[in-house]
């Protein structure tokens, strides 16, 4: 049985936890001689008094252990419970969102998607602004944790073959699972700490070059100004979070590697090299149309393509121009970056490259065996077999995150809007990319003027596509519940 009461008394401290994140925007904007503090202290408040109760109402006196099972239930209920009490700040303070507008927010900072309901930015309270980077840095955090600590239990669609305890099917917590989580969370920090000097030395003030590193390395994608990273009209800083976003959307333990001194291991990992290839292809391709087609001069037309494809296939969602005006070949390009993503065991969403890799590696052998009908041969990933159950649940991962992705999009489209705006907002929240295609949504647009019902089609189908699907669908079966 699924012990709730343990997963609620966790739940408890991770609100505390949260409420105690929000002392620091409160410190800021009182030092700021912001009221907006007020707002901050109003929503640290509730949230605390809301975790002491869980933690409280949950605590038994027994040691508590841990199964996956717990896990899936904590993690689905601790990324809607953030996202629900994590938007108070934006209904208190100076913003008055509604709940809708606040969630949507919220759900959007914590899964990295990057879609934003505020608008005039620059006219906001320093708190605020750092607020919604804390809320993408944390969510990349808690990204990390679970694709190390959890998903390779629930073997969702290959994840398990990002760890090397994959091929245990037992499912007791493993102490090295602690460690692996750890040391990833240490590289994740000091890419943070690497992009913030960065881009300091590089001309941003040391608020603007943290609260943006966050959204960097977390390929989350909120900025301090409307304009996005074209707000900055910096080359420079272009390459610099352009170099940032792709090692954002790198394994993190590809650094734990290095670190170690396993270069040949990195060197040697195809995941790693495919999305490189897809890198350099599709700004090869934007490139030329932008300097063929729209008669840009080649430096600019370079830069501009590497910026938004790394962008958008990192699912981090800056924009340094509106990349809706290119075209129609670029824009395609786009809407296929959404669906590929980054690595699997990075803080990037959409299907992930390794899926893909492993798609195709599937399809050449089904091919071989077209031909060679007697011959046998095996898959194998990084020079180990894939069994056959990795290929089973790649192939259900992507099965649901299609349906999933035509259903969600029927469902935005009821609530009235058009097809572009549908599809592309599907797209971008299962993927978690932030904008999307479209005069509305598009890099240029703002989600503030979708409706209500939309908003919470699209925040559940970021939390979803965050959460990897199986995570939360998991929770609807009885086989769950019942042990």
């Not at 990273?229 to 420079?236: D, E, H, N, T």
């Amino acid at each position: 049985m699924v012990q709730v009461r343990a997963v609620l008394f966790i739940l408890g401290l991770i609100l505390a936890a949260f409420a105690a994140t929000m002392t620091i925007p409160l410190l800021f904007d009182l030092d700021h001689g912001h009221r907006n503090w007020e707002a901050f202290a109003e929503a640290g408040a509730i949230t605390l008094f809301a975790g002491g109760l869980l933690a409280g109402g949950g605590w038994s006196g027994r040691h508590i252990r841990f199964t996956p099972r717990e896990g899936f239930l904590l993690t689905t209920l601790a990324w809607l419970a953030a996202s629900l009490f994590g938007g108070l700040p934006f209904m208190f303070g100076e913003l008055k969102l509604s709940l809708t507008d606040a969630f949507f927010e919220t759900a959007s900072g914590l899964t990295t998607t990057g879609s934003t309901v505020i608008e005039k930015l620059a006219e906001r309270s320093k708190g605020l602004l750092l607020w919604r980077s804390m809320l993408q840095g944390i969510g990349g955090m808690g990204i990390v944790v679970m694709a190390v600590a959890l998903l390779p239990f629930l073997r969702v669609g290959g994840m398990q073959l990002f760890r090397s305890e994959s091929s245990e099917k037992s499912e007791k917590p493993l102490p090295r699972a602690a460690e692996i989580a750890a040391a990833t969370m240490i590289a994740y920090i000091a890419l943070l700490l690497a992009c913030t000097a960065v881009f300091w030395a590089l001309g941003m003030s040391l608020f603007d070059a943290v609260t943006h590193a966050m959204p960097t390395v977390s390929t989350g994608g909120f900025a301090n100004y409307d304009e996005s990273f074209a707000f900055f009209k910096s080359p420079a800083l272009e390459w610099a979070a352009t170099l940032f976003m792709a090692l954002g959307g790198l394994p993190l333990l590809i650094y734990v590697r290095m670190a170690l001194g396993h270069w040949r291991d990195v060197a040697a990992d195809s995941q790693v090299f495919w999305f490189l290839v897809v890198i350099a292809a599709a700004t090869l391709g934007s490139a030329l149309w932008l300097a063929l087609v729209k008669a840009m001069p080649t430096g600019d037309a370079v830069r501009l393509a590497a910026f938004n494809v790394v962008s958008v296939l990192t699912t981090t969602g800056f924009a340094s121009a509106d990349y809706n005006a290119w075209g129609g070949f670029p824009g395609i390009v786009f809407i296929m970056l959404m669906f590929i993503g980054g690595c699997a065991g990075s803080t990037a969403g959409a299907m992930k490259v390794m899926r893909f890799e492993i798609l195709g590696r599937l399809g050449a052998n089904t091919m071989r065996r077209l031909v060679h009908r007697r011959g046998v041969y095996r898959m194998s990933y990084q020079g180990k077999p894939i069994g056959d159950d990795v290929i089973t649940s790649v192939t259900i991962f992507c099965f649901v995150y299609f349906i999933s992705f035509a259903v969600l999009t029927a469902a935005v489209a009821a609530t009235g809007l058009d097809f572009v705006t549908s599809l592309t907002g599907a797209a971008q929240a299962l993927g978690n990319v932030g904008p999307g295609l479209g005069e509305i949504i598009g890099p240029a647009g703002n989600f503030k003027t979708l409706s209500d019902p939309a908003k919470w089609l699209l925040a559940i189908g970021m939390i979803l596509g965050r959460l990897e699907f199986m995570a939360i669908l998991v929770l609807f079966t009885r086989r769950f519940w019942r042990g």
